[in-house]
Each structure stands twice: as structure tokens, then as C-alpha cells.
């Protein structure tokens, strides 16, 4: 089995957030997190996964700040995961990833479920990638910079 390297370091935001929450069992996790499941048994119930995988990436999830441990609502003695704001900003990524299955993993007119804006109660439109003036921006309309490093007060050095 190959070992998984560790990308915590890497100069590139997309290997750190996919070394932080990349595995496929976390994002379902955190999917399922944005539907409402807040119990261990719900998260194992409604993905299939085995406990101490699921265990492993609460745990981890925990850990980066993306989902919080909190009593559950009920009164019970059992605790729920939470999203925290972290856990919040992934909003965009699944969302994102969405879209991606819709267009390129489906037959036309198969069945899938949909996201809905709870006002008007119909499809969410495209997420959109726009410029600090509000134009629409494609793929080749952006290019990665590396910006100089930081000086610990936060100020760039010269």
C-alpha cells in the first residue's frame, strides 16, 4: 500500500485544503453536515462507512476546526457534530463539486437530487467566479501569482 505524503506544507492552497479535507469520506461527511446530520449513528447510517473510519474523520475534522463537538439539542446524553464557520466556507466547494457531477457525471434526464433556494423554493443557479469589478471570470482568465513571503507582522517584505 502506498503511503499517503502529507501536502500540509506545500506552497499551493489547493494541496493544503486537499491534504486537510480532500479524502472523499470527509467531504460526504461535511455534505451530510450542510443536510442536517449532526449523530455518529446518522453519519454511519446515511454513508455506509465503517465506525472507526467514520471516528477517524470526526475526529480529524474536529481537529482542523471545520466541525465542532456540541450536546446535542435534544436534551439526550449524546453530542453532535457541528459545522463551525470553517466548516461553513466549504459551502462554496461542495457546491462546486455538485455542479461538476451535474454536468459531466449524468445522462441526461437521470435521476439526481437537486439544491434548492429554501426562499423561492427552485434550482440554485451556476456559482460564478468574478473579478474584484464584478466580471465574470473563465479559466483563462485568471493566473496563479506567488506572492512574496510575509514577515511575521503580517507586513511583506521588501
Request: aromatic share 6%.
Amino acid at each position: 500500500m502506498v503511503k499517503r505524503v502529507s501536502m500540509k506544507g506545500a506552497e499551493c492552497p489547493i494541496a493544503r485544503a486537499l491534504d486537510a479535507v480532500g479524502d472523499w469520506w470527509s467531504l460526504l461527511i461535511i455534505r451530510d453536515a450542510f443536510d442536517g446530520i449532526r449523530r455518529f449513528s446518522e453519519f454511519q447510517a446515511n454513508l455506509g462507512i465503517a465506525k472507526g473510519m467514520l471516528a477517524a474523520r470526526l475526529r480529524d475534522l474536529v481537529n482542523l476546526g471545520v466541525l465542532e463537538l456540541a450536546p446535542a439539542s435534544d436534551g439526550t446524553a449524546y453530542q453532535e457534530y457541528i459545522l463551525t464557520k470553517k466548516g461553513h466556507d466549504l459551502f462554496h466547494v461542495v457546491v462546486a463539486l455538485r455542479q461538476w457531477g451535474e454536468d459531466h457525471l449524468y445522462e441526461r434526464g437521470e435521476r439526481r437530487s437537486v439544491l434548492i433556494d429554501n426562499e423561492n423554493r427552485q434550482p440554485v443557479g451556476r456559482l460564478e467566479l468574478r473579478s474584484q469589478t464584478g466580471r465574470i471570470l473563465r479559466w483563462a482568465d485568471a493566473t496563479v501569482s506567488k506572492l512574496p513571503l510575509l514577515a511575521s507582522s503580517g507586513k511583506r517584505r521588501s
